[in-house]
Nanobody, 124 residues
């Protein structure tokens, strides 16, 4: 059974940093794309970043690209999201997702497996 477990969320002041981790089990994800999405209160779930097995990265916007960094450790079956210069508008539940394909995609339907989410709250 495939399982994704996120960690690293919490409460941080504006301008601070957090690193989210997503540990995968039940299958080796080294050959598959993984991504991060987030959902703020009252809003739709939105794409943040994705990475394929070789390290190709896709970000939702240039702004996110300059603020967040997605990476992966295939030996540990883990994907990370380093978030810097956090703003109150980054407050959301962050979800890790894993695909059955090696395509870094912005579309939620591309991902077959999802974690339970980790809360990130940025205070002003």
């Amino acid at each position: 059974q495939v399982q994704l477990v996120e960690s690293g969320g919490g409460l941080v002041q504006a301008g601070g940093s957090l690193r989210l981790s997503c540990a995968a089990s039940g299958r080796t994800f080294s050959s598959y794309a993984m991504g991060w999405f987030r959902q703020a209160p009252g809003k739709e779930r939105e794409f943040v970043a994705a990475i394929n097995w070789s390290g190709f990265r896709l970000y939702s916007t240039d702004s996110v690209k300059g603020q967040f960094t997605i990476s992966r450790d295939n030996a540990k079956n883990t994907v990370y999201l380093q978030m810097n210069s956090l703003k109150p508008e980054d407050t959301a539940v962050y979800y890790c997702a894993a695909s059955d394909y090696d395509v870094a995609s912005q579309w939620a339907y591309s991902y077959a497996y999802w974690g339970q989410g980790t809360q990130v709250t940025v205070s002003s």
